[in-house]
């Protein structure tokens, strides 16, 4: 598949077949991980592949009340019936209710010690920790679509780092940054994704002016 082809396509995927992802094929996307750059070179991320029904669902039981906060959060009768909104919301709540039978859940793991933030004495959020991580995500993404996965990014369960890390056995020293699901997707792939226009995200010269050609 041509790249530009695969990012266009690589939406969230909310519904699974429960056909298993063989090990040949699961190895193949993790392994794009590896090709990211990272600060310094140093590598912090590492993966740990949950197929095992007992610990999907636990932490199926841990993300669920965070996405029932989440959809309470929201509002209710704020989401119009049959908008895009109410069907991504839906989606999301079957994602939620099936976690447990996604063929794959990949946790993503940092060692903070390897990441190299340049941004922590500017009075705000750091975000630049992530810039060694998150590449490495993205390439799994991709490399899943590629191969014809489905996979879903998601962040709710690292507000419960603690519980996942003792399930998971993860070492003091190492964070987790992301859950990502894994299999082969229930529907179509998306044919265009929902995003800003070229325009209202990226300018010459100086913030706002317009990129022109
Ligand atoms: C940082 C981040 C966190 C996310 N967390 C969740 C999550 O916890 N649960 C979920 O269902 N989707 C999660 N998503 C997926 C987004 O909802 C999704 O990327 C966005 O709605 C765009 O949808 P699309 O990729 O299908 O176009 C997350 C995405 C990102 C980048």
Redesign the pocket.
């Known amino acids: 598949m041509d790249l530009l082809d695969v990012m266009h396509s690589?939406?969230?995927c909310?519904y699974y077949k429960q056909d298993p992802v063989d090990d040949e094929v699961l190895a193949r996307v993790l392994d794009a991980a590896r090709w990211a750059p990272s600060g310094g070179n140093r590598q912090p991320v590492s993966l740990v592949a949950i197929r095992e029904r007992a610990t999907k669902e636990r932490l199926q039981a841990l993300y669920l009340p965070?996405?029932d906060a989440?959809v309470a959060g929201i509002g209710e009768g704020k989401v119009r019936v049959g908008s895009r909104d109410s069907r991504?919301l839906e989606a999301?709540d079957h994602?939620?209710l099936h976690l447990a039978e996604i063929p794959v859940l990949v946790c993503v793991c940092a060692r903070l010690a390897d990441v190299h933030p340049t941004d922590t004495d500017l009075g705000r959020l750091s975000i630049v920790g992530g810039a060694s991580v998150y590449p490495a995500v993205q390439n799994v993404l991709l490399a899943a679509r590629a191969a014809g996965l489905g996979s879903?990014?998601?962040?709710?369960?690292c507000a419960v780092e603690p519980e996942v890390k003792r399930l998971l056995e993860i070492p003091d020293d190492v964070s987790t940054a992301?859950m990502l699901a894994l299999g082969w997707p229930a529907r179509p792939f998306?044919k265009k994704?929902?995003?800003r226009p070229l325009a209202e995200m990226a300018y010459s010269e100086k913030f706002g002016r317009p990129l022109g050609g």
């Open positions: 690589t939406g969230t909310r965070f996405w989440y991504i999301a994602f939620a879903a990014l998601t962040t709710l369960l992301a998306p994704l929902n995003r």
